[in-house]
């Protein structure tokens, strides 16, 4: 299992292979009996590990903090990991097209959909990133939920969207990435790891512009 940056546990000194053996005093065999210990403790108490790493017995104290919004928790849990790769057909182009088959590119995934005004604003601006950084290595990859082929495929028409339009149905490559709302928008470098996720439509262009610029 993985330790969140940030989170009360990589604050606490927990580490990736850690093997928790107790609890405030009561020894935890499993995952499950030290989730029984943990999940009672309230916001601001301190709990005591004693954990096993390299060999060496450790004790460690870890102050909950209170559970941060869902998309913070996504966040957190995708950054800097392996995008999952997909497949998805084209609606503005011939074929399909495959995430790994850009590696090498920076990329940036953006799940929209035709009924979504809030997506449909940000094209311009993606538009105009594409021209900017497309000739520099910048892939757009956009997501459309819509149910029907032939509504996302019109919408796109009368955007002219110049990037790859992927049919996202029922939204399968969203699931991969915890995305179930949109807009969503993620950065994934050259190397296919995750280095910005965005829910929502209040995020910034020129932090965006940034982003695309350092890992360009």
Not at 41 to 57: E, L
Not at 63 to 84: C, H, S
Request: charged share 20%; hydrophobic share 40%.
């Amino acid at each position: 299992t993985r330790v969140l940056p940030t989170s009360p546990a990589d604050r606490a000194g927990l580490k990736k292979g850690d093997l928790i053996t107790f609890v405030n005093g009561i020894q935890t065999l499993s995952p499950r009996a030290v989730l029984s210990v943990t999940t009672k403790a309230s916001v601001g108490q301190t709990i005591r590990f004693k954990i096993t790493r390299g060999g060496r017995s450790l004790d460690l104290n870890l102050k909950v903090g209170a559970r941060p919004p869902l998309a913070k928790l996504i966040k957190l849990l995708l950054m800097n990991t392996k995008a999952p790769d997909f497949s998805t057909p084209l609606v503005n182009r011939a074929g399909n097209l495959k995430l790994s088959s850009l590696r090498g590119k920076v990329v940036m995934l953006y799940f929209w959909a035709s009924w979504c005004d809030s997506c449909k604003l940000n094209m311009p601006r993606l538009k105009s990133l594409h021209r900017k950084y497309g000739p520099k290595g910048l892939v757009i990859y956009s997501m459309g939920q819509d149910k029907r082929w032939s509504t996302l495929k019109k919408t796109a028409a009368d955007l002219s969207i110049p990037f790859a339009v992927g049919h996202n149905a029922r939204n399968k490559v969203g699931l991969l990435y915890k995305s179930r709302n949109v807009p969503t928008l993620i950065m994934i470098d050259k190397t296919g790891i995750i280095r910005e996720y965005i829910q929502g439509s209040s995020f910034s262009f020129s932090a965006l512009d940034r982003t695309i610029r350092g890992l360009l």
